[in-house]
């Protein structure tokens, strides 16, 4: 990005009616559209801002406006969540990002995660200092969000127990199932548990290694907050093949009730609960 550098009256006035309504991202159709000028030009006028420091291009065809004062060549991204849904759109704020949104953990999460039913080609894209990981799902997996509203701005992000469902389907999304576990502890402990929504969240992504590792997980960390009919429905969801508890770690021993492969740490903790 150049430093900033001055512009015209009408450029200034053209900018100022694009920036007025603080989009997270700025495209050539948005330009094309408030300004009711062709799709080229509006191309034009955006090479040229960017050229000139007033907005900073992140992708072919997206850029983000400049902040006032900033003087960094990559200018941190000040929204990111609606940048990637500005970008990777239908989808949802999920994995990492909105186990941090609810509380769930303490740990420091800088990257953005974001669920969408697109093709993407590249899962971790990084734009200016930002870093994002993006995971495809089916459309049908779309379920189980809320909104997040700042200002005018509206973006989805995947309520407590979709999010919790989503990382028992996926447990690299969070480094592995014991980074789950404790997830799933301080779930199970705030006011967010909700047993209906378990299951029917459960039933709705529609994979049986989830009803495996769900009702796996319960049991080794000896809840009580799970009845035992609702491990028994879990339990007769499941199918007759041996899938792997955590893709993280391999393991090489087995759960026969379950039907999963597990390791050795694992068959301790949950030989613990009889």
């Not at 014991?178 to 969240?201: A, C, P, Q």
Request: aromatic fraction near 12%.
């Amino acid at each position: 990005m150049s430093k900033i550098a001055g512009i015209g009256k009408i450029g200034r006035e053209r900018l100022s009616r694009i920036l007025e309504s603080n989009p997270p991202i700025v495209t050539s159709e948005l330009v094309a559209s408030i300004l009711n000028i062709s799709r080229k030009e509006a191309s034009r006028s955006l090479y040229r801002w960017n050229k000139n420091g007033w907005v900073q291009r992140v992708k072919r065809g997206v850029y983000i406006p400049v902040p006032l004062g900033s003087t960094s060549d990559s200018p941190v991204i000040e929204n990111p969540y609606f940048v990637a849904d500005s970008i990777y759109s239908p989808g949802y704020i999920g994995g990492f990002s909105a186990v941090k949104h609810w509380d769930l953990t303490e740990q420091i999460i800088e990257t953005t995660y974001y669920f969408t039913s697109k093709q993407v080609k590249d899962r971790s894209p990084s734009y200016n200092s930002t870093t994002f990981k993006i995971k495809t799902i089916k459309p049908n997996k779309i379920f189980g969000l809320k909104s997040i509203w700042m200002g005018s701005k509206k973006v989805f992000i995947s309520d407590p127990t979709k999010t919790l469902i989503d990382i028992i389907e996926d447990p690299k999304l969070v480094g592995g199932m014991r980074i789950v576990e404790d997830i799933y502890r301080e779930y199970l402990d705030s006011d967010y548990f909700n047993l209906e929504k378990i299951i029917e969240y459960a039933m709705l992504i529609n994979n049986r290694t989830v009803m495996k590792r769900l009702g796996f997980l319960t049991e080794a960390t000896h809840t009580d907050k799970i009845p035992y009919d609702t491990l028994c429905l879990f339990q007769s969801e499941i199918s007759s093949g041996y899938s792997f508890f955590d893709t993280t770690t391999k393991g090489n021993l087995t759960n026969d009730k379950w039907k999963l492969k597990i390791t050795k740490s694992w068959k301790k903790q949950y030989d613990r609960k009889k």
